[in-house]
């Protein structure tokens, strides 16, 4: 334990430090609160200060839903620890509450025992009526099971900057900060970083620099001065590997590995996309990487941005389209056609709650069974998953790979819950990304549009207007060979048959399947996507235990790993947890007739470590 003491010439407040190797909390206020904003703050200072880190971000579906109730409550959950961080935390140390619907919305994941930071200013009659309170529940005794510090972050946010002039609306947009400020003293967060930010975001406007400023600099000194904190709290820096970090979202990382995968295969880049939630960041991040060859068309439509999108593959690009579920289901026609035309093109579907519009803002993974049959035909197509936010970067390098390697569309299928979540990324060197030049035919001596490479059966790619490699696209049943229009049964049935075989063959771009944990034994827990996190923290517990549990994450999920059926055989059950009602599941075991089991959750929300560990070990018990 330390000691933390004041600097000379200052009254001696003596307070105690205490360490911890993991700190869990949550940001919770109305959706106009700022605390999206005030969540990723936090989150990069303890990436700078050297924890490991793991985010959940929680808003609401409405624009402005109505201030005070539960519908518009919106919050911001950051795991930061010493160790490796799997997950943003099962249950909350640490909940800020800046309004009543705040603390009803979030109460029930706060552990009993722990801090619950409330705001008293927004606690008025009214406020608690919005949130469904009959009473106060700062004074009926109902939060006595929790260390309750009540702070009237208006009043001391206002307070600090009422000579600056500002209107009460822009004063009390900075409280956000003043919370910030308190946060991050309480837990030994370094604020240079935020400092820097509030200074570049509110650069055009003087007064607003310093008002966010002071409600910062007023947090954090409120933490020091205040006799409502007895302690304060420090994580030590998590044993990382040395490399240049930086702090990412899946959709961030998975624009830049469109990008680096443009720039080793030396093709320009163009996304067709449709804005549409929790996809959109995409576009916007591509939006700005113009200066490398980066070309972003916002259609007036889905199906507009999935022709676009094959319209510029065909032109010799790399052709991307982003969504979420309701828009693949009106891209699947245009996949089709890529599926029959044979041009690379990347499908990214962030996935959603549905059905219809259902959660847009929560996260799902009920779109495998989409991606994998949901087109009219036979038309497979190769589908991957990322498992982690910074995993995206590698999930679309390589989905960009087999689509030109291979001439085919691919799927690549994140979640909600990785698209908006955080954590630090290794930048990797460019240099050291797999190289993969594409060579355009040229040449017309004995060209034909469905001459196939030997060892991937993929047809040539040639850029429009090339003189003599005129050829025909376009929908209806090819020839082989040749690509003339065929209504041969049995020329129908060929062509079909070798574009599986083309899908098939991808087996053997994948390397063999790591298993995490136990390499045999009594259960293996087997899943895909963003589920990975919360996986791997249950099975590294449970072997902790001395249970022989095993892990293995798939990438690949057509075509399925060539090995994954002598894994299977080693473990006496299977598990498989999903967001949905059970996919991945009803592949496996219609695939290797093996007596899967599936846990499936459909809330919105990820699993969380301790619900596996529990599952797994009834599952041993029976």
Request: charged share 20%.
């Amino acid at each position: 334990m330390k000691m933390s003491v004041a600097p000379p010439g200052e009254p001696q407040r003596v307070k105690k430090v205490e360490e911890r190797e993991s700190v869990v909390i949550r940001f919770a206020g109305d959706s106009g609160d700022g605390m999206q904003l005030t969540g990723m703050q936090f989150s990069t200072e303890s990436a700078l200060a050297g924890n490991d880190i793991g985010t959940l971000p929680d808003f609401p579906a409405e624009i402005r839903a109505p201030a005070g109730t539960l519908a518009g409550v919106s919050a911001f959950q950051v795991n930061f620890a010493s160790q490796e961080v799997f997950t943003p935390g099962d249950d909350v140390d640490v909940l800020v509450a800046m309004n009543p619907a705040a603390l009803r919305a979030n109460l029930g994941d706060l552990k009993s025992g722990g801090i619950l930071i409330v705001n008293t200013e927004a606690f008025s009659e009214q406020n608690l009526q919005r949130a469904g309170y009959a009473n106060s529940p700062l004074d009926d005794g109902s939060l006595d099971r929790y260390q309750v510090f009540p702070v009237d972050v208006t009043k001391l946010t206002v307070n600090a900057l009422q000579d600056l002039g500002l209107s009460n609306r822009e004063a009390l947009r900075c409280k956000n900060f003043f919370a910030l400020g308190m946060i991050s003293w309480l837990y030994h967060r370094p604020i240079e970083s935020t400092e820097h930010w509030i200074r570049v975001k509110f650069k055009k406007s003087a007064d607003l620099v310093e008002a966010n400023l002071r409600a910062l600099h007023a947090g954090y000194n409120f933490g020091e001065t205040t006799e409502l904190f007895a302690v304060s709290y420090q994580v030590k820096p998590a044993p990382i590997a040395p490399g240049f970090y930086r702090n990412i979202t899946g959709n961030n990382a998975a624009a830049l590995g469109f990008v680096a995968a443009s720039r080793k295969a030396g093709l320009p880049l163009f996304l067709g996309s449709y804005p549409i939630t929790p996809a959109s960041d995409i576009l916007h991040e591509l939006s700005s990487l113009k200066h490398f060859d980066v070309t972003t068309f916002q259609a007036e439509d889905e199906i507009a941005a999935a022709g676009a999108t094959l319209g510029a593959a065909f032109g010799g690009a790399l052709g991307i389209t982003t969504t979420s579920g309701p828009g693949m289901n009106l891209k699947m026609e245009t996949i089709g056609l890529g599926v029959m035309v044979e041009l690379p093109m990347v499908i990214v579907n962030i996935q959603r709650a549905g059905p219809s519009t259902g959660m847009p803002t929560k996260t799902e993974q009920a779109d495998l069974l989409q991606a994998m049959y949901g087109r009219h035909g036979e038309s497979p197509v190769p589908v991957i998953a990322a498992m982690t936010p910074s995993d995206c970067f590698y999930a679309a390098f390589e989905a960009a790979r087999l689509a030109i390697l291979y001439m085919t569309p691919v799927i690549l299928l994140t979640d909600g819950y990785l698209a908006n979540g955080t954590e630090p990324w290794l930048v990797p060197r460019f240099a050291d990304l797999p190289d993969f030049p594409v060579a355009f035919r040229t040449d017309p001596q004995g060209f034909f549009p469905y001459l196939r490479d030997e060892r991937t059966l993929a047809r040539p790619w040639v850029r429009p207007g090339t003189p003599g490699l005129e050829h025909r696209i376009g929908g209806l049943s090819k020839e082989h060979i040749t690509g003339n229009v065929s209504y041969s049964p049995a020329n129908h049935e060929q062509m079909i048959r070798i574009r599986a075989r083309k899908v098939a063959g991808i087996a053997r771009e994948i390397a063999p399947t790591p298993v995490g944990g136990a390499p045999q034994g009594d259960v293996l827990v087997i899943g895909w996507g963003g589920t990975y996190g919360a996986i791997a923290a249950a099975v590294k517990d449970l072997v902790a235990r001395g249970k022989a549990v095993g892990h293995v994450h798939l990438r690949y999920l057509n075509p399925l790993p060539a090995d994954l059926p002598d894994i299977l055989s080693r473990f006496r059950k299977i598990l498989v947890p999903e967001l949905n009602l059970g996919q991945l599941v009803r592949v496996l075991r219609a695939e290797y007739l093996v007596d899967a089991v599936g846990m499936n959750k459909i809330q919105g929300r990820p699993f969380k470590v301790s619900e596996l560990v529990t599952r797994v070990q009834r599952l041993i018990e029976a």
